[in-house]
């Protein structure tokens, strides 16, 4: 499992979402604590913008974080990044489709390109149970976007057919699958005059 997930349901800290144009109802079901703290920080329940609400010991409790709508899920890619270190729970009632959809939102939003430059780990993980969501396709779509994501972002330089081709090459092994790669005057033979003129003219066949 992706290192953005976890399965451990111990210390969590609940994730409420606020729909914007439900932010007043839903506030005044909250205690006085609650509602003196939204009011105090201008939290108005807009699409991404968080709230983090302490106990009496300073610690965080909960955190609130604003939606447009019930399917504003791109808001749980943002949450990824900017929450501390800790497991969080999304602590409202949600289908499994939907935390599937949030699931998968945070798991994008934990993307990171490290081929040149390493960054600092992102420490904040969604508690996920294997009842809820099928995990083994959500970590299929992340990875497989994740691959996709670094070939895009690695300059072209770096990004020659045949590192494609290793890339594929790499794929099928894994997975049992077929490759084949046509090279050099191959090419001439398939038909493919064009592709083997510009490789005359590289460095990289």
Not at 15 to 26: A, C, G, H, M
Not at 49 to 74: H, R
Not at 77 to 94: E, F, H, M, S, W
Not at 123 to 144: M, Q
Request: charged share 15%; proline share 3%.
């Amino acid at each position: 499992m992706l290192p953005c997930f976890t399965l451990s349901a111990q210390r969590t800290t609940p994730i409420i979402t606020v729909i914007e144009k439900e932010l007043d109802s839903w506030l005044s079901a909250q205690s006085s604590k609650i509602q003196n703290w939204v009011n105090t920080t201008n939290f108005r329940g807009k699409s991404g913008c968080i709230s983090f609400i302490a106990d009496e010991e300073g610690n965080l409790e909960k955190v609130l974080v604003g939606m447009s709508n019930a399917q504003d899920w791109s808001v749980f890619g943002q949450l990824a990044t900017q929450l501390p270190k800790g497991n969080y729970r999304i602590d409202v009632p949600l289908s499994n489709q939907e935390l599937a959809a949030a699931a998968l939102s945070w798991g994008l939003g934990s993307y990171q390109f490290t081929k040149y430059k390493q960054h600092p780990a992102l420490e904040a993980k969604l508690c996920l149970t294997e009842n809820s969501v099928d995990l083994d396709y959500l970590n299929a779509i992340l990875r497989g976007t994740y691959l996709v994501r670094n070939l895009i972002n690695t300059p072209a330089a770096d990004m020659m057919p045949n590192d494609l081709a290793q890339t594929a090459i790499h794929l099928a092994q894994k997975f049992n699958g077929t490759v084949t790669t046509i090279q050099g005057d191959d090419l001439l033979k398939e038909g493919y005059q064009a592709i083997h003129a510009v490789g005359r003219a590289s460095i990289n066949a």
